[in-house]
């Protein structure tokens, strides 16, 4: 080896060394930077070629790679935990919110109201001709439909305000997918461009968080986005996600593809996105019908009752609250407006609720026969019908599609057609407004001698302890709504945290691999450093020899 080739191998050292520095340097900056993967560098000595009687004689060294101490299966579950993490949280936020709808906990609970509502019955049947018992009632059974429609108008407000969140995730996730795209670029045209690789792969997670999404890196080390899939980012192109409301106001999302708009709403499974579909969509439309049908069954089972008795001016037929379904009586021409002898009820709330159903009876028939066709589906129905008789009066219920239709001394030809109100969380109010009309007598006041009676408001009284919602009492079947928030509210919660410590473990695990431990950064720069300080004093050594070699020839 000539004396020249001393500066050659020192000059490799001090290079290389400088390098090395730049990298530990740089890890050290971004110790606490989100998502950064520790970088390493490799060394690798050079060979002169030249062999000799000891071996090949070497000629320094040289940096041969810097790589991230990365680990694609821990990331690949981080980002899958991840997900479900992010799915969890806004699950249980919303359900937290949906108990401080439904809190039953407070003075001013819905359960309250109902035992006001009923207690106020029970009241006027103390002093059935009192005013201010009338006037009290009154005032409890407004302050019960407000306090419903404040309830329900929240649920609605709930979902819009969903909505109008889960646009603003579309918009992110359509501004990652164009990051991640132009990052894919850049990497493609510096496949060592590291620090490139740290951002898009803390793109990828921040997006699987919004929508659970799979990628794979292909020959060009580029990331090929899929959903379901379905390409979000692929070959240098981007295809962005938009949503709007279908015909049935669910949020419908699709992704824009050269040849047209295509539905993906069901590819969507997982992250933030899945979770506002799922409770915007699912979860409180639940719990919106279950109120409509507390709404239409007490409406329908007051009413019914009330239309039995008299008010103080003799007046009967009358509806406590408004009317919540439309009804068109074809046969007999003339009928009772409305028809007092038909009552509904909902056993439970189901895609056919809504539809206008058709009635007939053919009382000639032996045994009678009853027909009812839905007209919205065009579709016959057999109905389970029961009979009965109380006193005089004839009886018939008819059951389908979980609604209960009962007629009280039926026409022969009786032909008519109904349809129950969506909505009728909102719609629910008091039809009464004149307190002489509210008819608390079973036997009409202005024709009997003596005081009036009080049968009709204690039978609408007991009403409270009936199962006229369903197969539950008013006041059970709105706790069991309370209950099951509740309880939904309690497992989500369990799943977040379960998520966040299944989060949190794994995290740790890459920080072991991937993060940056400044103690062994600090050991590297010392260690690199000396490196670097002997490197240049070879430079040194052999200059020094250099000036005695020239020294002794001059």
């Known amino acids: 080896m000539s004396l020249t080739a001393l500066f050659d191998i020192g000059k490799t050292g001090v290079l290389t060394y400088q390098k090395a520095l730049e990298v530990v340097s740089h890890n050290i900056s971004n110790a606490a930077t989100e998502g950064y993967t520790r970088q390493d560098v490799i060394f690798q000595n050079m060979s002169s070629g030249i062999l000799s009687l000891s071996g090949v004689t070497g000629r320094g060294v040289k940096l041969e790679d810097i790589r991230r101490m990365y680990d694609s299966f821990i990331d690949l579950q981080l980002k899958t935990e991840s997900s479900n993490l ?12 949906l108990e401080n709808i439904f809190n039953d906990a407070s003075e001013t609970a819905f359960s309250n109201s109902i035992n006001d509502f009923f207690n106020a019955w029970q009241e006027l049947s103390q002093n059935p001709s009192g005013t201010a018992e009338r006037t009290l009632l009154l005032d409890k059974a407004n302050y019960l439909t407000k306090r419903l429609n404040l309830s329900y108008k929240s649920l609605i407000d709930e979902r819009q305000e969903i909505y109008k969140d889960t646009q603003s995730l579309v918009n992110q996730v359509n501004n990652y997918l164009d990051q991640i795209n132009e990052l894919n670029e850049k990497i493609a045209a510096s496949p060592g461009s590291l620090d490139a690789k740290d951002q898009r792969d803390n793109l990828v997670k921040q997006l699987n968080d919004i929508v659970q999404i799979t990628y794979f890196e292909d020959n060009s080390g580029r990331y090929s986005i899929l959903l379901g899939g379905m390409p979000l980012v692929d070959g240098g192109k981007v295809y962005h996600l938009s949503t709007a409301l279908d015909s049935k106001q669910n949020m419908q999302f699709s992704l824009e593809t050269v040849s047209g708009s295509i539905d993906v709403t069901r590819l969507i499974q997982g992250g933030k996105l899945k979770a506002e579909i799922d409770l915007r969509d699912e979860t409180i439309p639940e719990y919106m019908e279950k109120l409509n049908m507390l709404v239409f069954d007490l409406t329908e089972a007051i009413n019914a009752q009330h239309r039995q008795g008299y008010g103080l001016d003799g007046t009967t037929g009358n509806n406590f609250f408004s009317q919540l379904y439309d009804l068109t009586v074809s046969s007999p021409s003339s009928p009772t407006s409305p028809y007092s002898d038909i009552s509904f009820k909902i056993n439970n709330v189901n895609t056919n609720t809504y539809d206008e159903y058709q009635v007939e009876f053919d009382g000639s028939a032996v045994p009678p026969a009853w027909t009812v066709t839905d007209n919205t589906t065009s579709s016959s129905i057999t109905p389970t019908v029961t009979s009965w008789t109380k006193g005089t009066d004839t009886y018939y219920k008819l059951s389908f599609n979980d609604i209960e239709v009962t007629i009280k001394n039926p026409d022969n030809t009786l032909d008519f057609t109904f349809q129950i109100k969506q909505h009728s969380g909102l719609l629910f109010n008091v039809e009464i407004t004149d307190t002489q009309k509210i008819a608390a007598a079973a036997a009409n006041p202005t024709t009997t001698s003596g005081e009036m009676d009080n049968e009709n408001a204690r039978a609408i009284y007991s009403l409270l302890d009936s ?38 473990e794994i995290e740790k695990r890459r920080q072991d691999v991937s993060g940056v431990s400044l103690d062994e950064e600090a050991v590297n720069l010392i260690k690199y450093q000396k490196m670097y300080e002997a490197s240049a004093r070879v430079i040194k050594v052999a200059d020094e020899i250099l000036a005695t070699l020239f020294d002794m020839v001059s």
């Open 86 to 97: 992010a799915y969890w949280d806004v699950v249980y936020n919303g359900m937290l919110r």
């Open 467 to 504: 199962e006229i919602i369903g197969n539950s009492t008013p006041i059970d079947f709105y706790r069991a709504i309370v209950s099951e928030v509740g309880v939904y509210s309690s497992s989500a919660q369990t799943q977040k945290s379960f998520q966040q410590s299944l989060v949190e």
